[in-house]
């Protein structure tokens, strides 16, 4: 059986190597396969990588390893991915895996997108 609220991925370009991607629904082991590989393709053509998740459910222990996965790939590059909105649930998943402490989880996308800014 498939997980929860199937995950929705809307993609947005942000112009000078920069894109952002809105995720709906809950990011899990059903559905993290569809998000690799949009982030794999985004991630060949983008430098900087914006990833709202207002309106992400939950996000498990695949979903965490797929961002720390893209995360490493982007910085080898000279590159960044930055992680925004989360909901409290999500915020005490990312805390409690060290992500949260990690420099890529920001409050609003305001901050998001100055991180981004900082880094190039």
């Known amino acids: 059986m498939a997980g929860g609220q199937i995950l929705q991925i809307a993609e947005r370009d942000l112009g000078t190597k920069g894109c952002e991607l809105q995720?709906?629904?809950e990011l899990d082991l059903w559905s993290v396969e569809r998000l690799?590989?949009?982030?794999?393709?985004?991630?060949?053509?983008?430098?900087?990588i914006l990833v709202g998740l207002q309106e992400c459910q939950f996000v498990d222990s695949t979903g965490i390893a797929l961002f720390l996965q893209v995360r490493r790939q982007l910085e080898d590059k000279g590159g960044r991915l930055v992680l925004y909105g989360c909901s409290d649930q999500?915020?005490?998943i990312f805390t409690v895996a060290g992500l949260a402490e990690a420099g890529i989880v920001f409050d609003s996308r305001a901050a998001a997108l100055a991180e981004l800014a900082v880094a190039e």
Do not use: P
Request: charged share 25%.
């Open 90 to 92: 999500v915020l005490r």
């Open 23 to 25: 995720l709906e629904g």
């Open 36 to 48: 690799q590989a949009v982030l794999q393709r985004v991630a060949r053509s983008n430098e900087a």
